[in-house]
């Protein structure tokens, strides 16, 4: 038997690499377990969220939207920029650098840390213990007295549109292309395909996003929903809905998609690259032994009770690989509360208040509960909505496409959810969770001070016309 530590922690990502740091830092004996390799073929952390997911994705996400401000919003301002060139090979670079910066970042957290960092594939064996295979086939068996699963999940593969990364790709392909296709198909109109859409999009890809659900983003309240619609379908993105993909056919360098409209009636669009993101899965392969006596449900998810424990004692499980929403923060705020569970602390965790958000230009963000939930739960509740075009900040930058919207329950106030498509709506609602939080109700935020001329202010006004007490756009009466 090799050293034994107090916790060893199976994945580097969001929520492994967070829980790592966290148990170290409450004076545990912590080590983690990663696999993930590089271009390079050298072991990394971050899991698919730092290598893959999250922050290439920004990266491409940014660089796109200054190709565009030069290119075509610039104008408006008395910037003349001339002609404007994209090199995607430098662009792709780029993002490896911001990447490979931010890998190297964890490692340094685990030196500080004093977390062990142990190569190779991590897999649970019964008696809380945790087999290691190194990329060279070799085994180790470790133990600890607590073991936190953090295997997150990887892309969901359709048969009608098998990838090969070539031409039909998954999320992980469409960050590697070197030059812009002319004709780019995405099947999913989730956050993924809107996000990669985007980014494609403006660089002057002709994109169609495929999506076969019938609402589009069925899962955000509908009023932003429609109007986040609206607002990409005027950038160039051709999304339609009720759409199920039935079959592909690569042609050379062209991939012939087959899909059915609501009607059941048959289309065909060719396209030069096609990206499949219609979700994610858990990824427990080869995670754990069959005596191991973790439990998972239909879905093929870790079950986990609201603690983030498992079936077997002393052993937890975190991030994508359990319930609730895959979102990296999310994992990482399960990781901090197992390590502090396992030192003894008592820390809780509200699911209720967590962020969502799609990193497209404008952003779009929702804390708490939709209108449709609220109205589904018999809750009486008021609304209250402002516009971006009535912020003085927003103008003045140009950015007044897109609202705030703020859900208070009509008889204590106290705000239920905030849903918001515009400029930095990922910050802006962050605003409304920390007040959610504390139980805020809508005139708790609008009798808050904000600094003035701020997109910020949006918010506030929207508090206040959940009221009818809206300063700077009419407000609507209420309904007898």
């Known amino acids: 038997m090799s050293e034994k530590f107090d916790v060893i922690v199976i994945g580097s990502g969001p929520g492994g690499y967070v829980a790592a740091i966290r148990a170290a830092q409450l004076g545990l004996k912590t080590a983690c377990v990663e696999k993930w390799t590089n271009k390079e073929g050298k072991v990394v952390n971050g899991g698919t969220c730092l290598n893959v997911g999250c922050i290439p994705s920004k990266a491409l996400l940014d660089s796109s939207w200054k190709y565009h401000e030069a290119k075509d919003a610039l104008d408006v301002h008395g910037i003349d920029t001339g002609k404007v060139k994209i090199d995607v090979k430098k662009m792709i670079e780029r993002k490896d650098g911001v990447v490979k910066q931010m890998s190297g970042g964890i490692a340094g957290l685990?030196?500080?840390?004093?977390?062990?960092?142990?190569?190779?594939?991590?897999?649970?064996?019964?008696?809380?213990?945790?087999?290691?295979?190194?990329?060279?086939?070799?085994?180790?068996?470790?133990?600890?007295?607590?073991?936190?699963?953090?295997?997150?999940?990887?892309?969901?593969?359709?048969?009608?549109?098998?990838?090969?990364?070539?031409?039909?790709?998954?999320?992980?392909?469409?960050?590697?292309?070197?030059?812009?296709?002319?004709?780019?198909?995405?099947?999913?109109?989730?956050?993924?395909?809107?996000?990669?859409?985007?980014?494609?999009?403006?660089?002057?890809?002709?994109?169609?996003?495929?999506?076969?659900?019938?609402?589009?983003?069925?899962?955000?309240?509908?009023?932003?929903?429609?109007?986040s619609q609206k607002i990409l379908k005027k950038q160039g993105l051709d999304i339609r809905l009720s759409c199920r993909v039935t079959g592909t056919e690569v042609k050379g360098k062209e991939v012939v998609v087959t899909y059915e409209d609501k009607d059941g009636k048959e289309h065909q669009e060719t396209f030069d690259k096609l990206i499949v993101c219609v979700g994610r899965r858990p990824f427990t392969e080869g995670l754990l032994s069959e005596d191991a006596g973790v439990k998972l449900d239909e879905r093929g998810f870790i079950y986990v009770n609201d603690l983030c424990m498992t079936s077997a004692p002393g052993v937890w499980a975190v991030g994508d690989v359990v319930r609730g929403p895959m979102l990296a923060h999310k994992a990482s705020e399960e990781g901090v509360v197992v390590a502090e569970r396992i030192a003894g602390q008592k820390p809780m965790m509200n699911y209720d208040v967590i962020p969502n958000v799609i990193y497209t230009h404008p952003e779009i963000a929702a804390v708490g509960r939709t209108e449709e939930q609220v109205k589904a739960d018999g809750e009486p509740y008021n609304v209250g909505v402002f516009p971006f075009v009535a912020s003085g900040r927003a103008v003045a930058a140009n950015e007044t496409a897109g609202m705030v919207k703020i859900i208070a329950h009509a008889e204590t106030d106290r705000v239920l959810g905030a849903h918001i498509v515009g400029p930095s709506a990922a910050d802006l609602v962050q605003q409304v969770a920390i007040a959610m939080e504390f139980g805020s109700s809508a005139e708790d935020i609008g009798m808050t001070v904000f600094g003035h001329p701020t997109l910020s202010e949006a918010v506030k006004e929207a508090a206040l016309a959940a009221n009818g007490h809206a300063i700077h756009i009419a407000n609507r009466k209420k309904r007898k």
């Open 110 to 227: 685990f030196m500080a840390n004093k977390v062990t960092s142990i190569e190779g594939s991590g897999k649970l064996l019964a008696g809380k213990k945790v087999e290691v295979t190194d990329h060279d086939g070799k085994s180790t068996v470790y133990e600890a007295d607590n073991i936190i699963l953090a295997s997150g999940s990887v892309p969901v593969n359709i048969p009608p549109a098998p990838v090969d990364n070539k031409i039909i790709v998954d999320s992980t392909g469409a960050l590697e292309f070197t030059s812009v296709p002319k004709r780019l198909g995405v099947i999913g109109a989730g956050v993924i395909g809107l996000e990669l859409g985007s980014v494609w999009n403006r660089l002057g890809a002709d994109v169609v996003v495929l999506e076969a659900l019938d609402n589009f983003l069925s899962i955000m309240d509908q009023q932003i929903a429609k109007e």
